[in-house]
């Protein structure tokens, strides 16, 4: 793994996020974009070399809408960048890391990358996330 890609915060209102982060971090968030296979809106903010990503559900079926209802907002993943996902994947399945569903296959996300999510029930507690570029 080669840094800390983004922190995902999990949001209720990306507006009024948006708005409170721009004062926390002193800049404006640089994009917003709609994840339709996830049914969420996110919004970027560069930090150095990281991001932080807030997540708002687009629909109340979402994972981001049953995370906010049973933990309210808050810090939702940690993303780590990677050069090859498939690899990185498969070495940690051979480590016993769980994926949260059933695919064990990378898919397309926000911000121009491929990504995969481990279950929190096997990294003490934090969603983690893969990222890849895709080129």
Not at 70 to 84: L, T
Not at 93 to 114: I, M
């Amino acid at each position: 793994m080669n840094k800390i890609e983004h922190i995902g915060i999990a949001v209720k209102d990306l507006e009024k996020s948006n708005e409170l982060f721009a004062k926390l971090l002193g800049k404006p968030h640089y994009k917003t974009e709609t994840v339709e296979s996830e049914m969420v809106r996110t919004s970027f903010f560069q930090t150095g070399e990281s991001k932080i990503e807030l997540v708002e559900a687009s629909n109340p079926d979402s994972a981001i809408a049953k995370f906010i209802e049973k933990r309210g907002e808050g810090m939702h993943h940690i993303a780590f960048e990677v050069d090859d996902i498939e690899k990185e994947i498969a070495r940690l399945f051979s480590e016993g890391f769980e994926p949260t569903g059933s695919s064990k296959t990378p898919f397309r996300g926000a911000d121009n990358k491929l990504v995969f999510f481990f279950h929190p029930k096997t990294t003490n507690g934090v969603l983690i996330e893969l990222c890849q570029e895709i080129k």
